[in-house]
């Protein structure tokens, strides 16, 4: 990795710890009332537009939840019982759980099941290995009710079993009953609060705090195990859209009752308990979308909605304990151990090597380069751990992406003007050839764009793809068109660079290609061990690697012609050719997939690899195309056409104002082009890879145009672009969370 200043390193451990000590103050702060962010999933959330097609996302606060599928649903409920128990409320929750536990095969059943059973009956439904039940209760005064109740216990079934003997039924994995507001207002008359209060002093014994600790202490009990310990939701008095109610209804079921009775549950039940879910009541908003016509029942989507929430809370722990790739971070046990203190002494011992005293003095007792090994394996060691501490704990909380378009564009501004600010002018430097001031007139660095620019177009390209990430951006195909241009501009200049150094060195050593390789996929290599992921999910330390074993392949083999450029381009268009089809023949890629993972262990998702590489199959190329006239014209000591500017011909200088004019007009003809009449993303996907390169060249150009840009750099870009693919790398863990599906935040402000 690229040396950094000390001084520097110590100011990000530094930051790192003030982190740490800040997300276990508040991690603590926040354990003493919502441990398991369970509350926060059942009693606050908002609704997201930012999603594609402009539907809407509940999002509770400071946690994520999941959209729990029938195979996730089989295998949290396996040979379990689930009991609806209320009125037809309720029924419209049971209808949605067996809509979502029952397979395609199962749809036929359920229509049949519903059209046959009558209005007020109870009912059954068994789909695979989950049993699903109903039961008509809408009072809660029911034998059955009392009965599933007395036998409801927090502890998993199978835990129970083995300390409870001789009961006469199992406790059901999950009970959800239904507060009897409605029938209460709508049949009680004056005397509706008293007989809702008495239906809801009969379940008050079974949920008391001390059930809310049992499955609290159940959840840790079972971290881990695969067991869910069960639960009860006691669901509150449904608010109604009151304009739609037929006037018979809106006669009783008044807000001032339903308002009343929801108080008088605050009250019986405390808002620190975990088996109310008042967000219920906060879910509905649009009486177009989110209710049935009749203003009673909501929609079919809304009763999806609030049984998935208890379904978040009944299974997530054990899905985010079973797979790490689990998204879900409501209702989760999070990890015990020592690693806060395991990273703090880290980062303290890092600081103390660190410190300038230190330091001199293991240079001046030891050897330096020692010493540089050892600050390197510092730096990595410390990097793992933070990723793991940040993505692989929940001490941070990761929330919902959302895409703000004037948020992004002012964030890229920002960018594009503090890089501008940090304007320097740039050393000539010959790297090896004639020093006279002759040869530096017509070769300038490598090639006709320096190590100063190609880093600097990297970072530049590299903050902005950080901001796209980190707002979520991909959601707008405008954006996604441009970013696709900056992933084919750093694959250009990847094979430009690699192409020039082997025709001007002649180097194609063992030590060269170890070196680069392993410079391109050390973190993308051992990341997935320590997190769980894949080598694909980092995709572009493979792809990258990909392009740069093909240019290789084609300048080792046949070397010697490689000083010919009529063979050299030969060679190109066939290596292009077989490379093309590699990628798009299907079973070739997979073939070499498998001896890739045969060999190192490596797992690779095929149809991944093929969908990248295939956007940007000729990029690279044309890099190496550019990167050969470049080598021809520097042996020759010409001035490319590419590299303008040469001073002193007025033949010259007109030519660079009409190249200048055409490289303008033909990206904006590109873009305009291109968001004009490419509004589908397959459509532009299939045309990038033959246009891609029109505006990176016509922007190189014009970044070479004239002298005074060739002697200027961006230092900020500059730096950044140093590190840029570990920055890509390391933002899936540090600067995002959930494998770069969510944002980071420590929660200071959040939580208050």
């Not at 029938?70 to 009991?83: F, P, T």
């Not at 046959?116 to 029911?142: C, M, T, Y």
């Amino acid at each position: 990795m690229p040396n950094a200043s000390p001084k520097l390193i110590n100011y990000v451990f530094l930051f790192v710890f003030l982190l740490i000590v800040s997300t276990q103050h508040i991690h603590a702060q926040s354990g003493k009332n919502d441990p398991h962010r369970c509350l926060t999933l059942l009693n606050n959330g908002t609704w997201s537009s930012s999603v594609p097609g402009g539907s809407r996302r509940w999002e509770p606060k400071d946690c994520r939840m999941v959209e729990h599928t029938a195979d996730s649903l089989h295998e949290c409920l396996n040979d379990r019982k689930v009991v609806f128990i209320g009125d037809s409320t309720i029924r419209q929750l049971f209808w949605a759980a067996t809509k979502q536990v029952a397979r395609r095969e199962s749809e036929t059943r359920i229509k049949r099941l519903l059209q046959s059973n009558g209005k007020h009956h109870d009912i059954s439904f068994r789909a695979d290995n989950v049993q699903l039940e109903f039961v008509w209760d809408p009072w809660l005064n029911s034998t059955v009710l009392h009965g599933v109740l007395k036998n409801f216990h927090a502890l998993p079934t199978p835990l129970y079993v083995e300390g409870i003997a001789g009961m006469d039924e199992l406790s059901p994995v999950l009970v959800i009953l239904g507060a009897p507001g409605l029938w209460a207002a709508r049949y009680g008359g004056d005397d509706y609060m008293n007989l809702f209060k008495r239906a809801v002093t009969g379940v008050v014994p079974y949920l008391s705090p001390s059930l809310d600790n049992n499955i609290s202490q159940a959840m840790k009990t079972t971290q881990g195990s695969g067991d869910i310990p069960n639960r009860i939701f006691l669901a509150p008095v449904g608010i109604p859209n009151y304009s739609n109610l037929a006037p018979n209804r809106s006669k009783s079921i008044t807000p001032e009752r339903i308002k009343a009775m929801n108080n008088y549950l605050s009250e019986v039940f405390s808002n620190n308990l975990t088996y109310v879910p008042w967000v219920y009541n906060q879910i509905p908003t649009s009486s177009k979308w989110d209710f049935d016509i009749d203003g009673l029942h909501v929609s079919d989507d809304m009763a999806a909605l609030k049984l998935n929430i208890v379904f978040n809370a009944l299974c997530n722990s054990a899905a985010s304990a079973r797979s790490r790739s689990f998204k879900g971070t409501c209702c989760v046990v999070p990890l015990q151990g020592y690693s806060p203190v395991i990273v703090g002494l880290l980062l303290g011992v890092s600081a103390g090597f660190g410190s300038a005293g230190a330091r001199h003095n293991l240079e001046v007792g030891g050897n330096p380069e020692i010493v540089k090994s050892v600050e390197t394996l510092r730096n990595i060691l410390v990097t793992f751990m933070w990723c793991w501490y940040a993505d692989g704990t929940s001490y941070l909380i990761k929330a919902e992406r959302h895409y703000e378009q004037e948020v992004f564009v002012a964030a890229c501004l920002i960018w594009l003007v503090v890089s501008v600010l940090s304007l320097r002018k740039a050393t000539h430097q010959t790297d090896g050839s004639s020093s006279s001031k002759r040869d530096l007139r017509y070769y300038r660095g490598p090639g006709y764009i320096s190590r100063s620019q190609s880093n600097e177009i990297k970072g530049l390209m590299q903050g902005i793809i950080l901001l796209y990430h980190y707002h979520h951006a991909s959601q707008a195909l405008w954006v996604y068109k441009i970013i696709r241009l900056f992933i084919s501009g750093y694959l250009y200049i990847s094979g430009y660079a690699h192409t020039l150094y082997l025709l001007k060195t002649n180097d194609f050593s063992l030590n060269r290609v170890i070196e680069i390789l392993f410079r391109l996929n050390f973190l993308s290599v051992f990341l997935p061990y320590m997190m769980r992921t894949t080598y694909t999910s980092y995709y572009f330390a493979p792809v990258i690697t990909f392009w740069y074993l093909v240019l290789y392949a084609m300048l080792r083999f046949f070397k010697s012609y490689n000083r010919d450029l009529r063979w050299l381009l030969l060679k190109i268009a066939v290596t292009a050719r077989l490379t093309n089809l590699l990628i798009l023949t299907p079973g070739i890629l997979e073939a070499v997939t498998r001896f890739v993972h045969a060999i190192f262990f490596i797992s690779i998702d095929v149809e991944e690899m093929r969908f990248r590489l295939r956007l940007d199959r000729y990029i690279t190329f044309i890099g190496i195309i550019v990167a050969a006239l470049t080598h021809r014209a520097s042996i020759r000591r010409e001035p490319t056409f590419l590299q303008l500017g040469w001073v002193g011909a007025a033949l010259t200088l007109r030519f660079t104002y009409w190249l200048a004019i055409v490289c303008v007009g033909s990206s904006l003809t590109f873009f305009y082009v291109t968001q004009t009449y490419l509004q589908e993303k397959q459509t532009y996907n299939q045309i990038h890879p033959f246009i891609s390169w029109i505006p990176i060249l016509c922007f190189i150009v014009l970044r070479n145009s004239h002298r005074i840009l060739r002697d200027r750099y961006l230092l900020l870009p500059n730096l950044l672009g140093r590190i840029s693919l570990e920055t890509y790398v390391l933002q899936y863990h540090i600067w995002l969370g959930g494998d770069a599906t969510a944002n980071l935040f420590v929660g200071y402000w959040e939580g208050r």
